[in-house]
């Protein structure tokens, strides 16, 4: 399995990006596709997730109404909408797929791939 992120760039205080995550690979089925973000010098921290079963979305409250996940499971694709964006959003956002369901999706270790990260900056 390979997840494939993109759409990150500079983008000034108040703008939109979106991100997009592909995963490619043999053909399956999956519990959960997220976004993770790490900023330089702290934790990498959860973003937002979306289960592929219902579509339930998950997002952290840091991001709550100005961000918002959504999916096409034909395709195999995971979006993530960043609007109103802030300094404090920059840092390296991930994707991350897991492949059983589970009781907490804002844990790292809900998820068994990783991309390789796109880098949102947000300038002041």
């Known amino acids: 399995v390979q997840l494939q992120a993109s759409g990150g760039g500079l983008v000034p205080a108040g703008g939109s990006l979106r991100l997009s995550c592909a995963a490619s690979?043999?053909?399956?089925?999956?519990?959960?596709m997220g976004w993770f973000r790490q900023a330089p010098e702290k934790e990498r921290e959860f973003v937002a997730a979306?289960?592929?079963?219902?579509?339930?979305?998950y997002c952290a409250d840091s991001v709550k109404g100005r961000f918002s996940i959504s999916g096409d499971n034909a395709r195999n694709v995971v979006y993530l909408q960043m609007n109103t964006l802030k300094p404090e959003d920059t840092g390296v956002y991930y994707c991350?797929?897991?492949?059983?369901?589970?009781?907490?999706?804002?844990?790292?270790?809900?998820?068994?791939?990783w991309g390789q990260g796109t880098l949102v900056t947000v300038s002041s």
């Open positions: 690979g043999r053909t399956f089925n999956y519990a959960v």
């Open positions: 991350a797929l897991g492949l059983v369901a589970t009781f907490d999706y804002t844990r790292r270790s809900a998820y068994h791939y």
């Open positions: 979306i289960r592929q079963t219902g579509g339930t979305t």
